[in-house]
């Protein structure tokens, strides 16, 4: 099981790799986030032996869990499933990033939990992109004011924007959804805030992604193998 790890998380690498070279990219532009869900523990050990430190996780109880069976190891934890009010205090105490804010009570309540021992927790904006109504995140034309908002809280910092496109194998879609983050992100750089994290691509996309400027992707079943849940 750990060779079979190892020769994914090696492909996976590899194929990053090669979609920078195509988007002519240099390799420090992106990182990679192993996305752990439904994985245990021993297979998030095993890639940091590889020197893979940043790990997302999207179920708040089971990701505590990995957070102290893995408290020996110097990993960043990025949180990227939808959080609820009653989960924020984990989250402000235990969690590097955020990737899926999108409401001002949540981002209020993480700023005031934070412990002021830790540095501000670095978060992103969902957008929805695609204007799906079951999707999370806000619509393109909220994201500004929200962002203004989010900038003023000291102990969160406001790092770029993430987004979950539609799931379609339709290139034109993805790269008009890729696109328009490339685009909102720059009106937030124009607007003065100091934001240059795109939060995009997956294991079924994340070539596009990167060649749209995307700065951290977000690799789960190409590293660790198919969930048995489907999320
Ligand atoms: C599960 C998940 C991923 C990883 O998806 P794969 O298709 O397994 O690579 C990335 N981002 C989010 C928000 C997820 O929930």
Request: hydrophobic share 40%; net charge neutral.
């Amino acid at each position: 099981m750990s060779f079979e790890l190892l020769a994914r998380f090696n492909a996976v690498k590899k194929d990053i790799s090669n979609a920078l070279d195509l988007a002519q990219r240099k390799n420090e532009e992106v990182k990679l986030i192993a996305v752990s869900k439904t994985h245990p523990a021993n297979m998030i050990r095993t890639l940091v032996q590889e020197g893979q430190y940043e790990f997302g996780e999207n179920y708040v109880q089971e990701w505590l869990g990995k957070v102290e069976e893995l408290k020996d190891l110097p990993i960043i934890w990025h949180v990227i499933g939808p959080i609820q009010s009653n989960k924020t205090q984990d989250v402000a105490e235990h969690a590097h990033w955020l990737h899926t804010l999108d409401r001002l009570k949540i981002a209020q309540r993480l700023n005031e939990q934070r412990p002021p021992v830790l540095p501000p927790l670095n978060v992103c904006i969902q957008v929805n992109v695609s204007g799906e109504a079951t999707k999370s995140g806000l619509l393109p034309e909220a994201v500004l004011d929200f962002a203004l908002k989010v900038n003023q809280m000291p102990n969160l910092c406001l790092r770029g924007l993430m987004c979950l496109p539609e799931n379609t194998d339709n290139v034109d879609d993805l790269s008009h959804q890729f696109i328009l983050m490339q685009q909102l992100l720059r009106s937030l750089q124009q607007q003065g805030l100091n934001v240059d994290v795109l939060s995009m691509g997956m294991s079924a996309d994340m070539a596009l992604a990167i060649k749209y400027g995307a700065t951290y992707i977000r690799i789960g079943s190409a590293i660790f193998g198919e969930r048995k849940k489907s999320v």
